[in-house]
Every structure is written in C-alpha cells, then in structure tokens.
C-alpha cells in the first residue's frame, strides 16, 4: 500500500485504518508505505496463527519497534522480555495465575468489590454525574491489589500507579505515530512518560523492600515473589520491580479500560442490556454476587467476550523478524517489522461477517465459536506470550459487571459509542460519564 495512501489513512484514524488495509486485501499480508517505515499488517488467523504460535521464534518482540521500546522503559526486564530472561519471569509467575489459584480468590474480590462501590451508593443517593473510567479503575484496585498485595498496598496508592499508568500510554501516542525516531530525539510526551515511570517507582519499591526484608507466609503475588528463588537464588530488587510493573500493568489496563466502553455499548444497545439485567436479575437478584453465581453468568460472559472483540485493549502487536520468512506468499526480510492487530482481525468481514462492525454477543455462542478460525479472536495475545492475567480478567470482569448492574440502573451523560484515542491501549476520546440510580427492589424470586 504506497505511501500516499497508507499515510494520509493511519494519520487520520490509526485504528480504521488498519481495518481498511485488511478488508480491502481480504486479509493478505500487506506492507504499509508509511514514510520512514514499512511494516508488514497481518490480519489473516492464519497468519497470525504462523507469527505467534508456529513461528513464534522468528518473530520476537525486539527492540525496534515504538511500542516495545516505551514498554521496556516502563518495566524493564522481565515476563513481557525475550529469552531465558522471560522464560524464568514466566516459570515464576505462572503457577500465581493458574485458574485453580485464582478461582479460590473469587469471593475475596467479590467482597472487595462490593465494599469499594460505597461511593458509588452516594453518587446515586445525590444523583451526581460519574466518571465510570474512574470509578471502575477504583473497583479494579480493590479487587486486584489484594491479589498482588495482599495489605501490603493502599488503594489510594493503587489508584496513583493507575493514574501514572494513564499517563504513561497516552504520552506514547507520538512515538507510536513516528515509530523510527529514536528515543535520544525528544519527543513530546516523554518528559511525562518518565515522570510517570518514576511515580510507580516511588510508590512500589518502598513497598517491595519491605516484602523483601518480611516477605510473610501470605500466598499474595508480591509475598511469593520475595520468597522466590531463581538458580537457587532469591530474586533482586530488580527482577521483582520488572514482573511486578509488568503484571500489575497488563492486569489493570486491560480491566479497566475495556470495561470502560460496555456503559456506552448497553446504553445504545437495548436488547443487549435487557438480556443482561435479566440474566443478573436471574442469577444474582440484589446480590451480592459470590463465586457459584459466576458460572450461570452465560450471557454477561459473552458480552464480555464481544466488547473484547470490538476493543481489545492491546490493539496492535508488533514484532520483528528475526530471520527472513515467507508468510502469506509475502517474502518477508530479516529485520521487518511485522504488524498484527486484534483490532482489525476482529473487524474484519471476511472473519466475521458483513456485520462485523457490529456489537452482536451471540457470536460467542458456543456453536458459533465452534464454527470459527481459532486465530480469529485474540485479545489476550496466543501462543507462548499469551497473558498470564487472561482468567483473572475474565472473573474479575464478570464480578464487577454482576455487581454493579445487580445494584444499579444507569442514564450516559452523552448516550453515544466515543471515538477512539491513539493512544498504547484502546481509550475512549472522551470520558464517559453516567448518573446512577439505585436498582429498584424485584419481586420474590
């Protein structure tokens, strides 16, 4: 796609315009003139399924790409690294995130949760207007801090390295735009992005040193980390920082973030939300909501799996060739940079229909996920990186959705879907802001 048309596009909507690129070659591998780059878009599942699963050791994260430099800077190395530096961030970190260990956390979230929609009671009761990026950022600290931190961490603090995240993925935007300009020339958005990196630190090491010197018997992700051993070896000051940033960050993002569009999604959506408060209504009643409820959650689990469809947070994957390939019939050289996205595979008709653009759950029914390209869905990234925080989220989102649509009725400010910000995860343009009203009592179930 020459330069004159492949620019002008991702200038004007970087998100569309990758959706554009793969209808408009029925999924072909594509490489986009974009100036100074030329990355290849791969959008056909089975192409993905050849650069993350079969091929995946030829197409490293690396270092050349935009993305992946900012990241390092933010966590380091660790299990979002290469090598045998993520292989042993891995092996620590997996059996944390097992589904077994996490299901036997669910109520203890569930009580966070609800204990931490208090002042969400008091907006209702005023009839204020909220900001439910905010509130749910406070919801998704309540119930995950626990899990990484046990009490080891505040929530207000919690809420900083939230805000410090915020920062960090929208300070990224420029660079994601000119991804060749190396990271000595300044750009704006870095002196807030460092400053960003430099409040988590702050706010974390002091919290990690502790742990360090009493790492406890508790079965939180930051006490097993200090517990930990590597080659007989407990892990530095630095390998912990590295995983703990890097968990905590894809953990929190990707909740809150995607939870942010469902307000919007139901409010212009009136099928979808009826089904689901009666599905709530039915299962849960004023709640509160407990682990048992979660698996007769049916239909709010695939809600959940289609507002991941239409907005993944990690919108774009990038990776780098490490030797030269052919994929697609596309020769592709060492050194390429190769693009996927979630995003556009998601969008694109020749996957999902002529009506992929689209908010429709019952494509997660199970007959039809059955029917479907494997690789045609991936939120959570596949093969040997897919996301450790997958089940955490997929509970974690459930439990706050049951709980809050169990409690209250809502009404949007701006009853509209919202733009698209460019930004390292997929963010609205604009806040989306709602009033609340307490759940009316129902009958006798």
Not at 100 to 113: C, E, G, Q, W
Not at 261 to 272: E, G, K, M, R, S
Not at 381 to 405: D, K, N, P, S, Y
Request: with cysteine.
């Amino acid at each position: 796609m020459p330069v004159w048309k492949a620019l002008p596009n991702a200038l004007r909507d970087a998100h569309g315009s990758l959706v554009d690129a793969g209808n408009a070659t029925g999924g072909e591998v594509v490489r986009l003139g974009l100036g100074i780059s030329s990355p290849y878009l791969v959008t056909h599942p089975d192409h993905v399924q050849q650069v993350l699963q079969e091929r995946a050791a030829n197409y490293p994260r690396g270092d050349n790409t935009a993305l992946w430099r900012s990241v390092r800077r933010l966590v380091g190395d660790g299990i979002l690294s290469e090598g045998d530096t993520w292989l042993a961030s891995r092996r620590t970190l997996a059996p944390l995130f097992r589904p077994a260990r996490i299901n036997s956390l669910v109520d203890t979230m569930a009580v966070a949760i609800e204990e931490a929609t208090g002042r969400l009671d008091k907006a209702a009761n005023a009839g204020a207007v909220v900001d439910i990026g905010a509130e749910l950022s406070r919801l998704v600290c309540a119930a995950i801090m626990r899990v990484f931190f046990a009490d080891r961490l505040h929530v207000d603090d919690a809420l900083r390295i939230m805000a410090a995240q915020e920062s960090i993925v929208t300070a990224m935007a420029p660079r994601l735009l000119a991804p060749m300009v190396p990271w000595w020339v300044p750009m704006p958005g870095d002196r807030r992005f460092h400053r960003a990196v430099q409040t988590i630190d702050d706010i974390l090491l002091p919290v990690l040193r502790d742990a360090l010197r009493q790492p406890g018997s508790e079965d939180d992700v930051l006490s097993t980390l200090a517990r930990a051993r590597r080659d007989g070896q407990p892990l530095t000051e630095r390998q912990m920082r590295d995983d703990l940033v890097s968990m905590v960050a894809v953990t929190t993002e990707t909740s809150y973030v995607a939870l942010t569009w469902l307000w919007p999604v139901l409010a212009t959506h009136d099928d979808v939300a009826r089904r689901l408060y009666a599905e709530i209504e039915d299962v849960i009643g004023a709640g509160p909501v407990r682990a048992d409820h979660l698996p007769q959650l049916k239909y709010t689990r695939m809600v959940l799996d289609e507002l991941l469809r239409l907005f993944p947070a990690g919108w774009i994957v990038p990776r780098r060739a490490a030797g030269q390939d052919v994929l697609g019939g596309v020769r592709i050289d060492k050194g390429a940079t190769i693009v996927l996205s979630p995003y556009a595979t998601h969008r694109m008709a020749a996957f999902w229909g002529p009506d992929a653009e689209s908010f429709d759950p019952e494509r997660f029914a199970p007959e039809r996920v059955a029917r479907r390209h494997r690789y045609a869905y991936y939120p959570f990234g596949l093969g040997i990186h897919r996301c450790l925080g997958e089940h955490l989220f997929q509970l974690e989102a459930q439990l706050i959705v049951a709980t809050l649509l169990s409690k209250y009725r809502f009404t949007l400010t701006e009853p509209t879907v919202p733009g698209i910000r460019v930004a390292a995860s997929l963010r609205p343009q604009r806040r989306v802001e709602l009033t609340l009203t307490h759940r009316a009592p129902s009958v006798a179930r």
